[in-house]
C-alpha cells in the first residue's frame, strides 16, 4: 500500500500554462505538505496543512494555491507557470505539524519549456 | 541564506569505509531529523535526535546531537553500496510547525 502518492509524477509543460499536482496519504495523518527540491537538491518548504487549514505559508509567489479538500488530500495548483517552476515537488504527511516523521510522496518532476 | 550547512557535499568511497558527513547551524534546534533520499524518490526519515549530546545508533549508522543542539554529525561504518544516496538533515524549533532542510550530502559508495 503506498501510504503518500502524487501524480503526475512527471509533468511537462510550456511556460504561462496552468497545472495542478494531486497528493493523497492513507496514513490517517492530520497535517500534510508541500516541498520543492531544486536543481541543488536543496529541498524548501512551501505549504502545511493541518486538518485542512493552512498552518504554513512561506513567500511563494501567489501562482502557487495549494488547496486540501479534506485531510487524505492537498493538491497544489500553480498558474503561469514560469521557467524557474521546474522542480521536483515533494508531498508529505505526519501526524503533527513540525514534529515526528514525515512521510514523502515520490515527488512530482516538473519541468516548464 | 541555509539555515543549515551540511559537509561535505559529495563523497566517494569504497565499500568497507568508514565516513561520516556533518549538518552545521548557528541556531538551536529542539530536534533535528537525518534523512536518506535515493534517486527517483522522496526523503526517508532516519532518526531523530532531540536532547544536546544524544547518540543514536541504527545498525552501521551512528548519529550524534552535538552539546548546544546546533550541530549533528552521521557516521557510517563499512559502508556499503546500499548506503549510497542524498543524506539530508533537516532541523526543527519547539515554536514553528516546520523543518529546514540542509544542503545535502551526496554520497557514492563504490564496489
Known amino acids: 500500500d503506498t501510504a503518500v502518492s502524487q501524480t503526475p509524477k512527471y509533468l511537462v509543460t510550456q511556460m504561462g500554462n496552468d497545472k495542478s499536482i494531486k497528493c493523497e496519504q492513507n496514513?490517517?495523518?492530520?497535517?500534510m505538505y508541500w516541498y520543492k527540491q531544486d536543481s541543488k537538491k536543496f529541498l524548501k518548504i512551501m505549504f502545511s496543512?493541518?486538518?485542512?487549514?493552512?498552518?504554513i505559508n512561506e513567500t511563494v509567489p501567489n501562482r502557487f494555491s495549494p488547496k486540501s479538500p479534506d485531510k487524505a488530500h492537498l493538491n497544489l495548483h500553480i498558474n503561469s507557470l514560469e521557467l524557474g517552476d521546474s522542480a521536483v515537488y515533494f508531498c508529505?504527511?505526519?501526524?503533527?505539524?513540525?514534529?515526528?516523521?514525515?512521510?514523502f510522496g515520490p515527488g512530482t518532476r516538473l519541468l516548464v519549456l | 541564506t541555509q539555515l543549515l550547512e551540511q559537509s561535505p557535499q559529495f563523497l566517494s568511497i569504497q565499500e568497507g569505509e568508514n565516513l561520516t558527513v556533518y549538518c552545521n547551524s548557528s541556531?538551536?534546534?529542539?530536534?533535528l531529523q537525518w534523512y536518506r533520499q535515493e534517486p527517483g524518490e522522496g526523503p526517508v526519515l532516519l532518526v531523530t535526535?532531540?536532547?544536546?549530546?544524544e547518540v543514536k545508533k541504527l545498525k552501521r549508522l551512528t548519529f550524534q546531537f552535538g552539546d548546544a543542539r546546533k550541530d549533528s554529525s552521521l557516521h557510517i561504518t563499512a559502508a556499503q553500496t546500499g548506503d549510497t544516496g542524498l543524506y539530508l538533515c533537516?532541523?526543527?524549533?519547539?515554536?514553528?510547525?516546520?523543518?529546514?532542510f540542509g544542503s545535502g550530502t551526496k554520497l557514492n559508495v563504490k564496489p
Open positions: 508529505a504527511s505526519s501526524q503533527d505539524p513540525g514534529a515526528g516523521t514525515q512521510y
Open positions: 496514513l490517517g495523518h492530520d497535517t
Open positions: 496543512y493541518n486538518n485542512k487549514e493552512l498552518i
Open positions: 541556531s538551536v534546534f529542539s530536534s
Open positions: 535526535v532531540v536532547t544536546g549530546g
Open positions: 533537516a532541523g526543527a524549533w519547539d515554536n514553528f510547525n516546520k523543518f529546514y
